[in-house]
């Protein structure tokens, strides 16, 4: 299997702020990687996919980059509505794997 | 649009199957090429990927689990299902139910059930 292991774990930050995750994989994965946002009790909703692309819908300040092994997501300007836990998943091969998650408190 | 629906026991007995189903509203399951996925979620923990399915049939397992699974499609019904056997309780996880491509991954998903495996 794939190993994801994303960083920070957590992080605490204020509206406003530009935010930064990581995520390594432990295989080269091209461009299949797709980052995802979760709010408690609520299903993941995918944010970016092919490791730049922004899903429709979702706001421009969420931006991803990458390839190969190291890839992130930043937030330009981080929302109230921004705070959550990201995962990271590759899509290169099953089983599809995600990282740990990165969750975002207000500071 | 296409919405995900997952239904099913919320409570199983050890050494049971737990049998969930994932109806698939506002389209077709056959169109799009997609595949279709369950993932699950023990509570306040990570994403583990169970499997997939194509509509034509063909399938891929999380090899932890692979032993237990059985991933189906009903296409006449629009849905598709999963069964998990003898289980335990480190199985207690809400299951969600997924669309995929081979792009996007799982860019769609249901609202996710709790399934508590305990007697």
């Known amino acids: 299997d794939i190993q994801m292991t994303q960083s920070p774990s957590s992080l605490s930050a204020s509206v406003g702020d530009r935010v930064t995750i990581t995520c390594r994989a432990s295989q080269s994965i091209s461009t299949y990687l797709n980052w995802f946002q979760q709010k408690p009790g609520k299903a993941p909703n995918l944010l970016i996919y092919a490791a730049s692309s922004l899903q429709s819908g979702v706001p421009s300040r969420f931006s991803g980059s990458g390839s190969g092994t190291d890839f992130s997501l930043t937030i330009s300007s981080l929302q109230p509505e921004d705070f959550a836990t990201y995962y990271c998943q590759q899509s290169f091969t099953t089983p599809r794997t995600f990282g740990q998650g990165t969750k975002v408190e207000i500071k | 649009q296409v919405q995900l629906q997952e239904s099913g026991p919320g409570l199983v007995k050890p050494s049971q199957t737990l049998s969930l189903t994932c109806i698939v509203s506002g389209g077709s399951i056959s169109s799009g090429g997609y595949y279709w996925s369950w993932i699950r979620q023990p509570a306040g923990k990570g994403l583990e990927w169970i499997g997939r399915i194509y509509t034509a049939g063909s399938t891929n397992y999380n090899p932890s689990l692979k032993s237990r699974v059985t991933i189906s499609v009903d296409t006449s019904k629009n849905q598709f299902s999963l069964k998990l056997n003898s289980v335990t309780a480190t199985d207690t996880a809400v299951y969600y139910c997924?669309?995929?491509?081979?792009?996007?991954?799982?860019?769609?998903w249901g609202q996710g059930t709790l399934v508590t495996v305990s007697s």
């Open positions: 997924a669309r995929g491509g081979m792009v996007r991954g799982e860019d769609l």
